[in-house]
């Protein structure tokens, strides 16, 4: 068993940075590629990022320049660096474990089986 916890969200000004981080207790995620989503209101859950056990990193398309994946195994802690920011950024965030190692990591929302429970980030223009 695996428990995310996300901290780190909060109400930013467009073009400011955040940075979100992903605690895990129950098991370590040093073997894991673990990825981040977002869900803005009305839409569907959103793959962002991954990064894998050695610190490969893959960004979807509409993040990739201002986002960055880290990890920290020793804190058994993952982040999500969002420079930049864009009104379209506002959303929940998530991070979760995925069900397979493999690479390029996997995109689906039904390939990661833990979730924390999100944290909100809202942004003021």
């Known amino acids: 068993q695996v428990q995310l916890v996300e901290s780190g969200g909060g109400l930013v000004q467009a073009g400011g940075s955040l940075r979100l981080s992903c605690a895990a207790s129950?098991?370590?995620?040093?073997?894991?590629?673990m990825g981040w989503f977002r869900q803005a209101p009305g839409k569907e859950r959103e793959f962002v990022a991954a990064?894998?056990?050695?610190?490969?990193?893959h960004y979807s398309d509409s993040v990739k320049g201002r986002f960055t994946a880290s990890r920290d195994n020793a804190k058994n802690t993952v982040y999500l660096r969002i420079d930049g920011l864009k009104p379209e950024d506002a959303a929940v965030y998530y991070c979760?474990?995925?069900?397979?190692?493999?690479?390029?990591?996997?995109?689906?929302?039904?390939?990661?089986?833990?979730w924390g429970q999100g944290t909100q980030v809202t942004i003021s223009s």
């Open positions: 990064i894998n056990w050695t610190g490969w990193t």
């Open positions: 979760a474990k995925a069900t397979d190692a493999g690479w390029p990591p996997p995109s689906g929302a039904d390939e990661y089986d833990y």
């Open positions: 129950g098991r370590t995620l040093s073997s894991y590629t």
